[in-house]
Nanobody, 125 residues
């Protein structure tokens, strides 16, 4: 049960980037899908969470106006979208499955397991 994030890269400040998180070995409807990031020298920070069974999508305050997370059921893939990027958004971005599809503490890393490698996003000023 794992999610592999891809699609990171170098983007200029103000630009956009769409990541992909492909599932392996499970249906993402049965899990909460967490989206996190880790900037250099900092801890892992929650960005958003897609809880399909609960009918909820959660966003951290800094992400509400610029980031969105969506899914493609046919491809069993989640797409984190980032707009109006800033240099402080530079980080490794991860998706991870949470076993509780109704979780509400979406910003807690310990609600999730099987972290993949992540994908690096670098925003230049």
């Amino acid at each position: 049960v794992q999610l592999q994030a891809s699609g990171g890269g170098l983007v200029q400040s103000g630009g956009s980037l769409r990541l992909s998180c492909a599932t392996s070995g499970f249906r993402f409807d049965d899990y909460a899908i967490g989206w996190f990031r880790q900037a250099p020298g900092k801890g892992r920070e929650g960005v958003a969470c897609l809880a399909v069974k609960a009918g909820r999508t959660y966003y951290t305050d800094f992400a509400k106006d610029r980031f969105t997370i969506s899914r493609d059921n046919a491809k069993n893939t989640v797409y984190p979208q980032m707009d109006s990027l800033k240099p402080e958004d530079t980080a490794v971005y991860y998706c991870a499955p949470g076993a509780n599809p109704y979780l509400t503490s979406f910003q807690r890393p310990d609600e999730y397991d099987n972290w993949g490698q992540g994908t690096l996003v670098t925003v230049s000023s």
